[in-house]
Nanobody
Framework: QVQLVESGGGLVQAGGSLRLSCAASERTFSSSAMGWFRQAPGKERDFVAYISSGGGRTSYVDDVKGRFTVSRDNAKNTLYLEMTSLKPEDTAVYYC??????????????????WGQGTQVTVSS
């Protein structure tokens, strides 16, 4: 199974930017659609962004559209999430995951596996 390691989180002021990375352990990364999710304290893990295996299709949750951009470099086995115009409500642990099922919505956590350990993003007001 692909192992994923997120990095790039940190503390940033509102309006700032961060770039998250997700490094994959195997070359099979290039054949996997990927997702970014986030989990705030006391809340469920929620979908943030999706990218197809080749990178040609993306989708986002409404409240990050126009601010976040998901991308991937299959030659480097790495997934990215560029986050701009950050808001305090973006504060959460961010996780990357590989899509392992196509039985439900792209937004459903149950469609994903090989979760990384997460990286903390904190946005101060």
């Amino acid at each position: 199974q692909v192992q994923l390691v997120e990095s790039g989180g940190g503390l940033v002021q509102a309006g700032g930017s961060l770039r998250l990375s997700c490094a994959a352990s195997e070359r099979t990364f290039s054949s996997s659609a990927m997702g970014w999710f986030r989990q705030a304290p006391g809340k469920e893990r929620d979908f943030v962004a999706y990218i197809s295996s080749g990178g040609g299709r993306t989708s986002y949750v409404d409240d990050v559209k126009g601010r976040f951009t998901v991308s991937r470099d299959n030659a480097k086995n790495t997934l990215y999430l560029e986050m701009t115009s950050l808001k305090p409500e973006d504060t959460a642990v961010y996780y990357c995951a590989c899509r392992i099922k196509y039985s439900s919505s792209t937004f459903a956590t149950t469609e994903y596996g090989c979760w990384g350990q997460g990286t903390q993003v904190t946005v101060s007001s």
